[in-house]
């Protein structure tokens, strides 16, 4: 069954959200777009999106309304503006990577607000977002889930499909926490390298075409040994991450020590000035000197 298409708010058009609003876009949706920094919004009128300079505009009318913001705080605060403004079939799309206990809250906040509610926080950095590439990791009532599919064709490679509200992000911290394990072993196994006059290229090959070669590990160890660090997924957003993964793991009563090692060791980065560095910048913690 065919229709008009959706129209589609936007909620935070930064390195996720500012693409994903551009595919959206080009898939033939109607797009109003809003982010707290105006003009970074504007990024995305040449594909077609209208901004919008209050979030309560974005959504008036809207069929879904996608909220990629960078935090919970942040997320709950639109939330608290925007809900008034919804139509009685508007559905609230929630794709950032917020945590449990904030997830848990906005959908008591949908429910109070008669709101149908989808948590689908999607896997994947910049340059999948660029290329329509992510997986989405939907959640939620499955009439709210198949009104989001035009989206998450536009933004996605595949949609998993996990049931009620909130199994997307209990997913997402899962997958999360493999993600920093790994960019945090690179990190480590570089310097170490590094330090004992090993070079990337001798370890390359050493792991090449062996159970433990991987791609990624490639991809980051590059960053690392040139020391140039454009941001995929920034260090700052991988704290963040990390952070919501330790706490989950002490509500589900398991014992992470890795996860908070590396959750410490993400924030010390930040504060050492390399939050707006993509995440494989945690190697200029470990290098030995003058090579991060």
């Known amino acids: 069954m065919s229709g008009p298409p959706l129209t589609v708010a936007v909620l935070g058009t930064g390195v996720m959200g500012g693409p994903m609003a551009r595919n959206v876009a080009r898939a033939g949706l109607n797009v109003r777009a809003w982010n707290r920094t105006v003009e970074r919004a504007r990024e995305v ?7 919008v300079e209050r979030p309560q505009d974005a959504v008036d009318g809207a069929d879904v309304a996608v909220t990629m913001l960078a935090d919970a705080p942040a997320t709950l ?8 403004a919804f139509g009685p079939d508007t559905v609230w799309c929630q794709a950032g990577t917020i945590g449990i206990e904030p997830t848990e809250r906005c959908i008591e906040m949908a429910r109070a607000n008669g ?3 989808v948590d689908a926080p999607v896997l994947g950095t910049a340059k999948p977002a660029q290329d329509g590439a992510l997986t989405v990791l939907a959640s939620g009532p499955d009439d709210a889930v198949r009104r989001c599919e035009p989206i998450f064709r536009a933004i ?4 998993v499909r996990l049931g009620p509200a909130g199994a997307g992000t209990r997913l997402k911290l899962a997958v999360n926490a493999w993600v920093l394990a790994l960019t945090q072993g690179a990190a480590e196994a570089v310097a170490l390298g590094k330090g004992l006059g090993v070079g990337l290229d001798q370890m390359v090959e050493a792991l090449d075409g062996s159970p433990t070669d991987a791609p990624y590990f490639r991809m980051k160890a590059k960053l690392m040994d040139d020391g140039e ?3 995929s997924f920034s260090l700052r957003l991988a704290a963040k991450d990390a952070a919501l993964m330790a706490e989950a793991a002490a509500r589900a009563g398991v014992d992470l020590p890795m996860i908070r090692t590396i959750a410490g060791r993400l924030a010390e980065g930040v504060e050492a000035g390399y939050g707006d560095e993509d995440m494989a910048a945690t190697y200029r913690l470990s290098a030995p000197d003058g090579s991060g």
Do not use: K, S, W
Not at 156 to 159: D, P
């Open 156 to 159: 996605g490679q595949r949609t």
């Open 229 to 231: 660090y454009p941001p």
């Open 115 to 117: 709101t149908p509610f």
């Open 77 to 84: 605060e639109v939330a608290e503006a925007i809900l008034p």
């Open 45 to 51: 009128e040449n594909d077609g999106a209208t901004v």
